[in-house]
């Protein structure tokens, strides 16, 4: 963990510009000077990389196509110099990353504790935190919505997801799960925060935005490097790429509303997994996603023992992407997704044998007293 913020810091010294922050901070700029519809547009965003001495220039995976929700984010930095707004920007990540600990991480103690370094150690974990990503903010307010839903607060629970406007494809099931395990207050909730938000960034940006969002969206679609760690690597067809990740979407939530009654951590996990498996657009950092499905997991009473081991060969898939390829990954995410169906269909037949008991009882009792 040491080495690695070490070289999240080297980095940073090296060339304080190439992440992803410049751009928020850049949009946030734009939004202020030139108006909110035109944060999408690539010249405006080219003249505020050069204002701020960027020295980057406009390129596939070198442009804002990020909701307005993240540029509005960005706007009190903008008061700063932008190497304070990042050295500011990256301690809240930092922040919300041991906030996520707090709420998420299993265990108790010293054990709670090696799960936070295990984290700063972890490749996708440290890579956000070096570009800036906001996936580790999305994190938090999962990881809150949890709790918050652990503590009957519905409706205060999916409020809390919000949060996924600032990069929906890392929580896009978890709404349509929560109304798939019947927390319907907590859709409630979800509605109205992300509702809300969505709202606001339409009238935000107006028509013109919204057309030139739609454009960006629809490029970086087409960019092969955004589907590099996703199913379509497999399948090949992105036609044929999107049925498969779409089905895979219905699995997961059809297992959710198989295990409703479950507790509450079974619905965030298979959401996280199954939209993991299903988006369309994933990069290394987003990951930080898969993590705190691991930890929510570990938090499941009952679970088999060995799923220490296979956690464990999860997580080292996604660490060693960049030596052996993302296979390995997607193969392990879809095997998670079989072995929680088994636990799924496992449940189902123990709440079957339950029911069965109880019938058998009640039947004897009936008969006892017509006995009598």
Known sequence: AGFDLFQWVAAYGSDHFHNDFTFYYTAARIGVT??????????????????????????????????????WLALPFTLLPYPLAYLLW??????????????????????????????????????ALQLGQPGLFVALGVAGSYALLRSNRQ???????????????????????????GRYRAVAGAAVGIGLLLLASAVNVGPHGIAAYAQ???FAADVPVNRQLTI??????LAAARLVQGAIAVWALALAYRLRKQS???MFVLAILGGL???????????????????????????????????????????????WGPLPLIAGEIAALLLLSVAALSHQADDAEHHKAVDAVAISSRDGRRLR
């Open 34 to 71: 030139h108006g909110w519809q035109s944060i999408y547009d690539l010249g405006l965003q080219q003249s505020e990389l050069d204002a701020i001495g960027s020295r980057i220039r406009i390129a596939e995976l070198a442009r804002y196509i990020s909701p307005p929700p993240l540029a």
């Open 90 to 127: 990256s301690a809240l990540l930092l922040a919300a990353l041991a906030g996520t600990w707090y709420l998420a991480a299993p265990g108790a103690g010293r054990a709670r504790l090696i799960h936070l370094v295990a984290a700063l150690a972890w490749l996708p974990v440290i890579y």
């Open 155 to 181: 409706f205060l629970s999916g409020l809390a997801l919000g949060v996924i406007v600032l990069k929906p494809q890392l929580g896009f099931l978890l709404p349509i799960a929560l109304l798939a395990g």
């Open 216 to 218: 960006r969206l629809s």
């Open 232 to 237: 379509a690597l497999v399948i090949g067809g």
């Open 264 to 266: 509450s951590e079974w």
């Open 277 to 323: 498996l299903a988006t369309p657009y994933l990069h290394l950092d987003d990951l930080v996603m898969l993590g705190l499905a691991v930890w929510l997991y570990l938090r499941i009473p009952g679970r088999p023992r060995w799923s220490w081991a296979f956690v464990l060969a999860l997580v080292i898939a996604a660490e060693g992407i960049p030596e």
